[in-house]
Each structure stands twice: as C-alpha cells, then as structure tokens.
C-alpha cells in the first residue's frame, strides 16, 4: 500500500518546499561563482578608492563606501543576501564598478547576521539596522559628495528580501520622507515569509505573527513610493519564480511602478554577478531604471 506524502504548502510536500530554498540543489556551480566574486572584489578593491563608515551602535553595521568622481550623484546601497546567516564580509562590491561607472556612489551594506539555530539577533532586528543604514545615508550623504534625496536600493536573495522591506517601511515612523529611497532592485528575493518559515529555514528564522506580517512585503503596497524593479533566473527554483512573478504582479495590479526581468540562462547566483558587466541585460535594466548612464 503507498502514501501519499502530505502537502505543507501549495503542492509541495515538506521535503519538496525544503529543496526549493536549497540554492545549492539548483546552483551546482556555487562555490565557483563564491571564489569568483571573491576575486573580483579584491580586483575592485586595488582599482579603486573605498572606505568604511559606520551607520550604528553595532560593530556590524558598517558600509562600504566606493564613491564616484560625478559630483553631487545619487547613492545605491547594496544589500547581499546568504539566507539571513553570516558570509564573508568584503565579497559584496564585485559589481560596484557599474554603478560608479555610470556617475553613482556605491555603498555595500553590512549588517548582523542570524546564526543556525535560534540566536540573539533576530530577523527584525536586521531591517532595523538596515533602516538605519538608510537613514545614515540620508543624514550625512554629502559628507562624501552624494546627493541625500537620490538613494537607490538593490538586494540579492535575502538581500531582495530585505530590499523589499525597506521599499515598504513606514519611513515617516523613522523621521524620514515617505519618497526616502527614489528606487528598489530586487533580484531573486522573497517577499512573503510563510512558506519560507514553513521551509527549513524555519528552524532558525523564528517570527511572531505581527513579525511576520511586518516583514512580507507583498502585504504592504500602499507603502511603495517609488519604482521596482524584480528580477529572477531562469534556472532558480520554482519557489523563488513564484516570488518574483507575484511581488511583480502584485505592483503592477495596484498600478504601482515596476517591472518584471526574467534572466534567461542564470541560475540563483549567476543573475546578480551579470551586474558585474555594465552591458549585461540586467546591468543595463538597472541604470535606466535608476536613471543613471
């Protein structure tokens, strides 16, 4: 006699749901793409002027500033994703040339990190120092020749993710403008949390109900102020596909500025390191998006 395995979410099972949040099931050439951007970073480091700033109270919330040489230009802060969980800490500029290239500062966010099983820091307490990377940049943009009403956000993964909530913060609560943040990239995030806490992740990634609602950032639209931009693989799992068509959905049915990007042949890892060539499809979406180059 056979079973059937029971569904958990959707049509997966639990073990199918686990898989579709196991980017090394679907990325087979990860840890090539990791040594990669590792050099690549150490590449832009030699070439190019860079300093750190801190942004809060937490030896961890620091960023990376490469500036540009356009005077008064806008500010795009980087968010790296890892699922949440501590990466190596200088790996995230690989594509920082772009962005300065086309007449933007760029600033590599760094941030705590949750750990394995349930630690001290918590989910929420990584978008609120990110909001206040935000808010750093706001208040003390010009002391490196950016524009504070020009801030731009791109996230990767985890990274989307956490994009995803600061372009819906409730920024008047943080003494901000509604309009802080002129523009929002998110490549291959998650932007609703249930099946994502129903997954494995869910061991470690621990929210309330309120937590949960607060930081799914589909359920919090009327919150947007500015265009978004949505991108995901190809070859990524079926789960981050699902992400990204209805977040995109979702905006574009409240008529809200967005836009869609399918990265034709690029795996989870693949489609954000194409942003490490200026001509690349999503390179280019990116700078028209934010109006630079």
């Known amino acids: 006699m056979t079973t059937t395995a029971e569904k958990v979410f959707l049509d997966y099972t639990q073990e199918e749901l686990d898989d579709a949040y196991e980017q090394m099931r679907w990325a087979p050439n990860f840890e090539e793409m990791r ?70 500062h760029f600033v590599a966010a760094r941030f705590s990190a949750l750990t394995p099983t349930p630690g001290k820091v918590r989910l929420p307490d990584i978008a609120d120092q990110l909001r206040r990377a935000v808010a750093w940049l706001a208040g003390n943009a010009r002391s490196f020749g950016a524009n504070p009403e020009q801030i731009h956000v791109i996230g990767h993964s985890s990274g989307g993710h956490l ?8 920024w008047r609560r943080h003494g901000l403008p509604e309009d802080v943040l002129k523009s929002g990239t998110c490549v291959s995030g998650m932007y609703d949390l249930r099946a994502v806490l129903l997954s494995a992740r869910g061991n470690y990634v621990k929210l309330s109900a ?6 799914s950032a589909i359920r919090h639209l009327d919150r947007v102020r500015c265009p978004i931009l949505v991108a995901y693989g190809d070859k990524e799992s079926p789960e981050f596909k699902r992400h990204g068509e209805s977040f995109a959905a979702a905006l574009e049915q409240r008529r809200l500025p967005a836009r869609l990007m399918v990265l034709a042949g690029c795996n989870h890892f693949e489609g954000i390191d194409t942003m490490t060539d200026p001509h690349s499809p999503l390179a280019r979406a990116v700078l028209q998006h934010m109006r630079l180059g």
């Open 35 to 104: 040594q990669r951007r590792v050099r690549l970073c150490t590449e832009v480091r030699a070439r190019n002027a860079h300093f750190d700033r801190s942004y809060g109270p937490s030896p961890d919330e620091t960023l990376e500033i490469l500036p540009t040489t356009r005077k008064n230009a806008p500010v795009v802060m980087f968010i790296h994703g890892g699922r949440w969980l501590a990466q190596p800490p200088d790996t995230f500029i690989s594509f920082a040339e772009t962005i300065t290239g086309a007449g933007a």
């Open 210 to 215: 309120a937590e949960e609602d607060e930081l």
């Open 163 to 170: 994009a995803s909530v600061l372009l819906t913060a409730d």
